[in-house]
């Protein structure tokens, strides 16, 4: 079982969660960060997972309800040079985490 900020997780989970204008996608020692939309306060559930693309819930300050987002990670980890299909393949899961 590995742990993120303490926090225990399966071998096959990864965790999403923001922080500081960024989304941050941790899973098997990786901690990978990126732009979040400039009116994101967090992220509140994980409505999908699909091989790298993400369906969540997200809390906007224009918007007293959740939204709908998406996030497609295969771009993101092509473009720091990551194999997105080995790195993508274990996760099974991916649940939202705060420290």
């Not at 559930?45 to 998406?70: C, R, S």
């Not at 299909?85 to 985490?97: C, D, E």
């Amino acid at each position: 079982m590995m742990e993120y900020n303490n926090i225990p997780t399966k071998s096959n989970e990864a965790i999403l969660s923001s922080a500081g204008g960024f989304t941050a996608f941790s899973y098997g020692g990786y901690h990978i960060r990126f732009r979040a939309p400039y009116s994101l306060e967090r992220y509140v559930d994980v409505v999908q997972w699909d091989d790298g693309y993400l369906v969540v819930l997200a809390k906007y300050t224009h918007n007293p309800e959740p939204e709908e987002e998406f996030i497609d990670l295969k771009p993101i980890l092509d473009g720091l040079y990551i194999d997105s299909s080995s790195f993508l393949k274990p996760i099974k899961s991916v649940r939202i985490a705060y420290a």
